[in-house]
């Protein structure tokens, strides 16, 4: 299986901050990568697949990068609903597996 | 719009079985691609297992750890997807989502992703 590891597990910041994740595969995975937030006791929400490209609706304050094995997730201007907790996930082969995890908390 | 409403959790003793359902509307269930992903409690994200359309060969994947305990099942004419667990144990103790994948790009380069999801339903194993 192919492992996915996000760091930070968790940070705190401030509304405006600018926010990096990073995600590492354990192989190449090309830009099979998807990005999904996820606010507490509520389901996932796709935020960009392809490593780089924003669902639809999604503010242009989130931006993601990379390919290989490592991977970005941007958010420019911190909002506070944007307080949760973020997953990579690689769509390059089955099984499709995600990150531990990121928490973003206020400071 | 695409909804998706899962149904089936509830209290199971160790090794007991349950049946999970999701409703699907809002989108072709026959050409869906459909996949399964669980929460335990202050977990992260498990992705269970995904089927393809029956059109797209009907093939069902599985993470290894649950192969031979969890079957994922669909039944077209009735857009729901199905979720088959036996043996249960206190670790499958999560919050079970189905979700829909969507394909996107050209068909020898499709990126896949799950761009629907349902709120979950609760399945607690425990004596």
Same mark, same amino acid.
């Given at each position: 299986d192919i492992q996915m590891t996000q760091s930070p597990s968790s940070l705190s910041a401030s509304v405006g901050d600018r926010v990096t994740i990073t995600c590492r595969a354990s192989q190449n995975i090309n830009t099979y990568l998807n990005w999904y937030q996820q606010r507490p006791g509520k389901a996932p929400d796709l935020l960009i697949y392809g490593a780089s490209s924003l669902r639809s609706g999604v503010p242009s304050r989130f931006s993601g990068s990379g390919s290989g094995t490592d991977f970005t997730l941007t958010i420019s201007s911190l909002q506070p609903e944007d307080f949760a907790t973020y997953y990579c996930q690689q769509s390059y082969t089955t099984p499709r597996t995600f990150g531990q995890g990121t928490k973003v908390e206020i400071k | 719009?695409?909804?998706?409403?899962?149904?089936?959790?509830?209290?199971?003793?160790?090794?007991?079985?349950?049946?999970?359902?999701?409703?699907?509307?809002?989108?072709? =269930?026959?050409?869906?691609?459909?996949?399964?992903?669980?929460?335990?409690?202050?977990?992260?994200?498990?992705?269970?297992?995904?089927?393809?359309?029956?059109?797209?060969?009907? !093939?069902?994947?599985?993470?290894?750890?649950?192969?031979?305990? =969890?079957?994922?099942?669909?039944?077209?004419?009735?857009?729901?997807?199905?979720?088959?667990?036996?043996?249960?144990?206190?670790?499958? !103790?999560?919050v079970y989502y189905c979700s829909w994948i969507r394909r996107n790009g050209p068909p020898d380069n499709y990126y896949y992703y799950m761009d629907a999801w349902g709120k979950g339903t609760t399945v607690t194993v425990s004596s």
């Open positions: - | 719009e695409v909804q998706l409403v899962e149904s089936g959790g509830g209290l199971v003793e160790p090794g007991g079985s349950l049946r999970l359902s999701c409703a699907v509307s809002g989108l072709s =269930f026959t050409e869906a691609w459909m996949s399964w992903v669980r929460q335990a409690p202050g977990k992260g994200l498990e992705w269970v297992g995904r089927i393809k359309s029956k059109l797209g060969g009907g !093939t069902v994947d599985y993470a290894e750890s649950l192969k031979g305990r =969890f079957t994922i099942s669909r039944d077209d004419s009735k857009k729901t997807l199905f979720l088959q667990m036996i043996s249960l144990k206190s670790e499958d !103790t999560a």
